[in-house]
Structure formats: structure tokens, C-alpha cells
């Protein structure tokens, strides 16, 4: 016969349903007990008021035993069956009733490998999120580096600008067109020092020669 | 008997009032076991000499053992907060009442129960992270397109750039 520990019952109440029962079972029979020794002290007492009859402690003793003996019996019968109702109907929990602490266990019955992939997918996610957040980052940061570039730009812009209002104010509309041709006059300047010194080089050279 | 719509359905003692029913059929089958009868039999001599004494004697000792049973009932009860526990089982017995495959227990491996324990918080934190990772991408998708709005604003100062140079040239 195994023994039912009742291990979830304990879980719920406290304490375990068998303890409890047998803790009942001592205090009880303590009692009884207690009370029989009272009822024998009592009548015993009484005797003393009555100093010729022929009743002695010892027949009392003897009788407190047999009634004691008696309930005992009865005692234990009777607490048995109140224990079993106990234990069966009210300090227990039935088969198909889950607490409502353990509900999760019923909701999500996770195998090992069920809850590795949920852990699994979380850390993915985890990274996922770190590469989103250093890319918005980056983002930012080119975002900041564009704004001093177009600053810079714009302040060339004006500055072109400002040129052609000076023009403007100065009545000078076609500066820029000798601007243009005198960049290109010089320019061909250049070339043609240039070539004038090749020349008297040569001539110098043949000058040397002859 | 008889009333309006008949009398009303009484429903299952509960747990507390099983348990109180249990203790008083105890003690009165017990009362019943050591009746005075048998209390004066045991004691017959003494009886025979004080009959009155006998019988006050042992309604004491009747009323003293009920009450030492009773209040060892009680104390118990206000110890293990029974008639709120009763109570509470009671309620969720009555929940499961439609149920009839035999519910979870504890597996005795606490790392195989503690799994389920954890799932809802995983849940949660899966779901969460899937909104602010939702969150950034949309976040980063934004000002990327910014930026590439940036880039065409660069490209075009330049080209504006580029043309006014050439104008003076």
C-alpha cells in the first residue's frame, strides 16, 4: 500500500493534511485523558469525606481504567472515520482541479525545446534591435556632417551671389564678361611669353654656335 | 415546500461546513459511547454511594471534554486560516467542476516546471522587443531618407557651384 503524501494539498494549505490529523489525534486523546484523571482525583476527594466506607483508590483506579479502555476504543473508531472524511472530502484536492498559481503550467506547456526557441528568437530579436539602433546612429551622424557641408555650400553660393549684386549695383553687367576675356587674355599671354622665350633661347643657342 | 418557483436548489456543503458536521458527529458519537449508563457502571460502587455526586461528576467531565475538543478544533482552524482556505478551494473545485482529465502537478524536476513559469514573462518581452525594433527600423527608415535627401541637396549646391565658376571663367 503506498502512501499518498498529499504533497499538493500541503502546496495549498500549508501544512500536510496527515500532520495536521494526527496533531488533532494527540490533543484529543490528551484530553480524554486529562479528563479521567480529573473525574479520578474528584471522586477520589469525595472519598475522603467519607472515612468508614469500604471503597478503596484502587478499585477507583481500576474502574477509571475500564471506562477509560472503553472510550479509547470508541475514541479511536470514531476518529478514524472522521479522519478518512477529512482527508477524503475536505482536506484534499481533487484530481482534476489545478491551483490557480499553477494555472501558467496548463496555459503554456512549453517543451525544453519549445522555450529554447522562444529564448533563441529573443536574442535574435536583441541583436536585431542593437544593429537598428548603431545603423540610426550612423544615420545621424551623416545627417550632421551633411548639414555643415550644405552650410559651407551655400555660404560659396552667396558669395557667387554677391558678386553678380556688386556687378549689378555698379552697372558693370558685362564684367564678367571681361572678367572672362581678360582670364583668357592672360592666359594666352602666358603662352605667347612663353613661346618668345623658347624662341630666344634657340637664337641665343644659335648665336653661341656660330 | 410548495412557494412561488418551488424551493430554491441547495447546493453542496461546502468544505467548512463538512468539516464542522464531521466534528459534531464525533463528539456526539463519542458522548453517545461513553454514556452515563456505562460512566456509572464502570464506577458502580462509588454510584451505589453517591448517586447525585456520580451523575454531576460526569456531566463535567461531558461538558469539559467538548469543550477542550472544541476549542483544539477552533485553534486549529485560526491557525491554518482554514475557513478562508476552505472557502477559496471550494470556489476553485467549483471552477473546475466541468473538467474531467486530470489537471497538472508538480513534476518534482524544478527546472521542467519553472519553464512554463517563465513562458509569460518571455512572451512579454518577445512582444516588446518586437515593437520597438518595428519602432526603430520605421525610426531609421525616416531619416535615411533624409539623408539621401541630403545627399541630392549637396550634389545640386555643387552643380549650382560648378556652373557659376564656369560663368566666370
Known amino acids: 500500500m503506498s502512501v499518498n503524501p498529499m504533497a499538493y494539498e500541503a502546496q495549498f494549505f500549508g501544512f500536510t493534511p496527515q500532520t495536521c490529523m494526527l496533531r488533532v489525534y494527540i490533543a484529543f486523546q490528551d484530553y480524554l485523558f486529562e479528563m479521567m484523571l480529573v473525574v479520578e482525583s ?14 478503596s483508590p484502587f478499585q477507583i483506579r481500576k474502574s477509571t481504567e475500564k471506562f477509560l479502555l472503553f472510550m479509547k476504543e470508541h475514541f479511536d473508531k470514531l476518529f478514524s472515520k472522521m479522519e478518512e472524511v477529512l482527508l477524503q472530502l475536505v482536506l484534499n484536492i481533487p484530481k482534476n482541479v489545478v491551483l490557480p498559481e499553477d494555472k501558467v503550467h496548463e496555459q503554456y506547456p512549453y517543451t525544453k525545446e519549445q522555450f529554447q526557441a522562444l529564448q533563441d528568437e529573443i536574442r535574435q530579436l536583441q541583436q536585431q534591435y542593437r544593429a537598428e539602433a548603431s545603423a540610426g546612429q550612423a544615420l545621424r551622424a551623416e545627417l550632421e556632417e551633411q548639414k555643415a557641408v550644405q552650410a559651407e555650400l551655400e555660404k560659396i553660393l552667396q558669395w557667387f551671389d ?11 553687367s558685362n564684367f564678367k564678361e571681361s572678367f572672362a576675356f581678360l582670364t583668357q587674355n592672360s592666359k594666352k599671354l602666358q603662352d605667347v611669353l612663353k613661346d618668345v622665350e623658347e624662341k630666344s633661347k634657340k637664337i641665343k643657342k644659335h648665336d653661341q654656335l656660330l | 415546500a410548495g412557494g412561488d418557483g418551488g424551493p430554491p436548489v441547495e447546493a453542496a456543503p461546502g468544505r467548512a461546513q463538512v468539516f464542522a458536521t464531521v466534528v459534531d458527529t464525533f463528539l456526539e458519537k463519542l458522548v453517545a459511547a461513553g454514556s452515563y449508563q456505562r460512566f456509572a457502571n464502570c464506577y458502580r460502587c462509588f454510584y451505589k454511594l453517591q448517586p447525585e455526586v456520580t451523575r454531576s461528576i460526569y456531566d463535567q467531565f461531558v461538558s469539559q471534554l467538548q469543550t477542550s475538543i472544541k476549542e483544539e478544533i477552533q485553534e486549529v482552524k485560526d491557525e491554518g486560516n482554514l475557513e478562508v482556505l476552505f472557502n477559496s478551494l471550494d470556489k476553485i473545485v467549483e471552477e473546475a467542476k466541468n473538467r474531467e482529465e486530470p489537471a497538472w502537478r508538480p513534476s518534482g524536476i524544478p527546472e521542467e516546471d519553472i519553464r512554463s513559469a517563465m513562458v509569460p514573462y518571455l512572451l512579454k518581452h518577445r512582444s516588446y522587443l518586437r515593437k520597438v525594433l518595428k519602432e526603430k527600423e520605421e525610426e531609421n527608415r525616416k531619416v535615411a531618407e533624409s539623408v539621401l535627401a541630403g545627399r541630392d541637396r549637396i550634389a545640386e549646391l555643387q552643380q549650382l557651384i560648378q556652373a557659376r565658376k564656369h560663368a566666370w571663367q
Not at chain 1, 471522586?43 to 475522603?48: H, S
Not at chain 1, 554677391?162 to 558693370?172: A, F, K, S, V
Open chain 1, 162 to 172: 554677391g558678386l553678380d549684386n556688386i556687378c549689378r549695383e555698379h552697372g558693370t
Open chain 1, 42 to 55: 474528584v471522586i477520589l476527594k469525595k472519598l475522603d469525606g467519607f472515612p468508614g466506607c469500604k471503597i
